[in-house]
């Protein structure tokens, strides 16, 4: 069942709770129609575990890299509707945005918003 020359072994290993361990037996039974010892059910946590830290350090790496080739006006953009979306629970405009940054034309904030687009670090909801 759990493949024994897994890379991911070599990581550090994690004791889970039994009660935690027994939650995940139960779920994966339910999800395979399987059902595994509380040994599986660890090695198979902790692989798991590990994949999803890996995830995330790739998904980091990968938005260092995007941030690594914007513009400062870009940077101060994207920090600015970051900052205004979780203290005021919205998205600023294009002429907040544009404001913010110094610009008395709305259309320099809608052509680094683009470009923001195009990076793949915004997404718009039609």
Do not use: C, W
């Amino acid at each position: 069942m759990v493949q024994q020359g897994s890379m991911l072994r070599r990581l550090a290993f994690t004791e889970f709770p039994e009660k935690s361990l027994k939650e995940f037996q139960e779920i994966y039974l339910k999800e395979t129609g399987e059902e595994i010892g509380l040994r599986d059910a660890n090695q198979l946590a902790n692989d798991l575990y590990h994949l999803f830290d890996v995830f995330d350090q790739v998904s980091e790496q990968s938005e260092e890299r995007l941030r690594s080739e914007l513009t400062d006006n870009e940077i101060k953009a994207l920090n600015f509707i970051e900052k205004t979306q979780q203290t005021e629970k919205r998205t600023p405009t294009v002429r907040d945005i544009s404001a913010h940054l110094g610009f008395k034309s709305s259309r320099t904030g809608h052509k680094i918003l683009l470009h923001l687009k195009k990076s793949a670090l915004l997404s718009s909801k039609p």
